[in-house]
Nanobody, 123 residues
Framework: QVQLVESGGGLVQPGGSLRLSCLAHGFHLNRYAIGWFRQAPGKEREAVSCHGASDGATFYADSVKGRFTISRANVRNTVYLQMNTLKPEDTAVYYC????????????????WGPGTQVTVSS
């Protein structure tokens, strides 16, 4: 089955850190740009970050710039999202998927959506 599977979510206090992992099943993700997206209760899904395939370029939503870092380990077929200085407004289900960036800088999600992992930031 071709799918991405997320892990690493959990409950963390404000100011804390988490690292999410996105593991590819059934395909090699080295050919794909892979990104992270999130959806909070009652809100639309929003893009968080996208990591290019061949050029290694990275893109971030303004709300997470300077706090989140996306990286990839193709030998492990995995993309990571290091989240630091977490805020309550970061609480959401986080998903990974193949991604792209439009010429206006908007990050879009395409295929291979995983089931998501819950991140809760609360004291």
């Amino acid at each position: 089955q071709v799918q991405l599977v997320e892990s690493g979510g959990g409950l963390v206090q404000p100011g804390g850190s988490l690292r999410l992992s996105c593991l590819a099943h059934g395909f090699h993700l080295n050919r794909y740009a892979i990104g992270w997206f999130r959806q909070a209760p009652g809100k639309e899904r929003e893009a968080v970050s996208c990591h290019g395939a061949s050029d290694g370029a990275t893109f971030y939503a303004d709300s997470v710039k300077g706090r989140f870092t996306i990286s990839r380990a193709n030998v492990r077929n995995t993309v990571y999202l290091q989240m630091n200085t977490l805020k309550p407004e970061d609480t959401a289900v986080y998903y990974c998927a193949s991604c792209g960036v439009t010429n206006t800088g908007r990050i879009e999600g395409y295929d291979y959506w995983g089931p998501g992992t819950q991140v809760t930031v609360s004291s």
